[in-house]
């Protein structure tokens, strides 16, 4: 990941050294950089050029405001899943005709606060939810912008919590009924059927479930032309992958040559694409650092005991999901094999199982590929107080979140007369 190196032997963020960061501003610390942020931007965008798609950044991979100006900064539309998500997109001056709403459980106030916002699309995943959208935007005299999340039953080969786009799965409007459903959306007051949206999965390295879902949804788009539904835009989302350990993944002008070379054998080039990134925008933007705390040598496993811990990255005890590990400074001498555990009161808590490191206690680890999935997941198990989160941009650094306190975490709790 070339905005973090090694320079003369320690690990450097763009200009500034990961050990000066971890110093002053203590651990466990969420580190980003703004130049990964630009260049992960750079790379989709070049891939449009000439194109007429809209990206909206999945947020929820990493709200944080900061990230949040950057991409708004850059032109980027947003998709959202919930009235705090549009709150924070309101809040950094993202422009709301560039916003997408999913999510299966949107509620009535959220519909509505998004409806005055004036979002681009409503993506609705059933028709409870489309009933429910039309009066909301009938009682407050709106029409809602709306797609129908159809689920394609594709399987993106990707790990079972975070595909989507299966039959199985509680998302979408399943295809064989997208039509009927496309009739009732057309038929209410308060909607305006604007496209067709799916979400196959997270994580895919693979250009087919892609290709899979979008035939799928060109049938379902000339069944509705005869059926007199016009569509403008074609939402694609399912996430492409990054490279945890060895995954080789899909470049976005790679995805993207392959679906207009499709659009344009179909004669559907002139719809307009939206996409959905989150992971592949950030996720090799950021480290998590943390320091060894103690280390414990047992008869049948090694472990180092640092100061982070599930509750602020949870993707290990969730997905069992790998992270590369590097020591901000390469010691010399024998390396041992770690399990790189917390000090949660759960086995499951593990960060790096079986790395061969060469560390001792008060060295600062960094966790790499925590940009995504990382902060925005973290709890207060344990009454943990959540990280800080800093931004490195060249040789400057701004903390772009306070690190809680304990103080923080008692307030609005109270105790029985
Ligand atoms: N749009 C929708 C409707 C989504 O459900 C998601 C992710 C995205 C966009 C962004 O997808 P991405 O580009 O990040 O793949 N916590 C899991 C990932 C869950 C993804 C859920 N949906 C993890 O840490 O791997």
Redesign the pocket.
Known sequence: YPHFHVKDGSLYAEEVPLQVLADRLGTPLYVYSRAALHAAWESYRSATAGRDVLICY?M??NSNLAVLKEFARLGAGF?I?SGGELKRVLTVGADPAKVVF?GVGKQAWEMQAALEAGVKCF?VESEAELHLLSDVAVSIGKKAPVSLRVNPDVDAGTHPY?S?GLKENKFGIAIENALDAYRTAASLPGLQVVGVDC?IG??ITEVSPYLDALDKLLNLIDALAGAGIAIEHLDL?G??GITYVDETPLAPKALLDQVYARLEARKLAHLKLVM?????LVGNAGLLLTTVQFLKHGETHNFAIVDAAMNDLL?PTL?D?WHGLLPLHQRAGATVEYDVVGPVCESGDWLARKRALAVEQGDVLAVESAG??GMV?ASNYNTRPRAAEVMVDGAEYHVIRKRESVEDLLRGESTLP
């Open positions: 999945g929820k991979a998709d899943v999913s993506n975070i989507t979400h997270s994580q989302g996430g492409l959905e990134p989150g992971r592949s993707r997905y999901a995504a999935y997941m």
